[in-house]
C-alpha cells in the first residue's frame, strides 16, 4: 500500500521560504510522478508542481513560476518543494500526490495516491 507523508509547513513571514517533503513508502518511488497541489480555505484544490518519476521534467502553476522548484531524490524516496520569496496568498494546507507513469501530470484526477497534508501560512 502507498503511503505519502509530507512535512516542512509552518509559520513564515512574507519574502520567506521553506522546504516541503513527501516521502513514499510501499512501492518503488521511481515509478511515480509526484505533484503537489494546495487549497486555501473556501477555495478549491489547485495545482501547484509537479515532477517526472527522473526528475528531469517540471511544471509549474503561473502564480508559483520562479519561486517554487520541486525535486526529488530517488535513494531518499522523496520529493521536495521549496518555496522561496513566499506571499501571504501561498497561505494553503500543501499535499503531495503520486501517479505510475512516465511523464508528469497537472490535474488532479491524474493521481492514485495523496498525503495528509501541511499547513502552509504566510503572514504579511
Known amino acids: 500500500q502507498v503511503q505519502l507523508v509530507e512535512s516542512g509547513g509552518g509559520l513564515v513571514q512574507a519574502g520567506g521560504s521553506l522546504r516541503l517533503s513527501c516521502e513514499l513508502s510501499g512501492r518503488t518511488f521511481s515509478l511515480f510522478a509526484m505533484g503537489w497541489f494546495r487549497q486555501a480555505p473556501g477555495k478549491e484544490r489547485e495545482f501547484v508542481a509537479t515532477i517526472s518519476w527522473s526528475g528531469d521534467t517540471t511544471s509549474y502553476a503561473d502564480s508559483v513560476k520562479g519561486r517554487f522548484t520541486s525535486s526529488r531524490d530517488n535513494a531518499k524516496n522523496t520529493v521536495y518543494l521549496q518555496m522561496n520569496n513566499l506571499k501571504p496568498e501561498d497561505t494553503a494546507v500543501y499535499y503531495c500526490?503520486?501517479?505510475?507513469?512516465?511523464?508528469?501530470?497537472?490535474?488532479?484526477?491524474?493521481?492514485?495516491?495523496w498525503g495528509q497534508g501541511t499547513q502552509v501560512t504566510v503572514s504579511s
Open positions: 500526490a503520486a501517479t505510475q507513469g512516465s511523464w508528469y501530470y497537472v490535474e488532479s484526477r491524474e493521481y492514485d495516491y
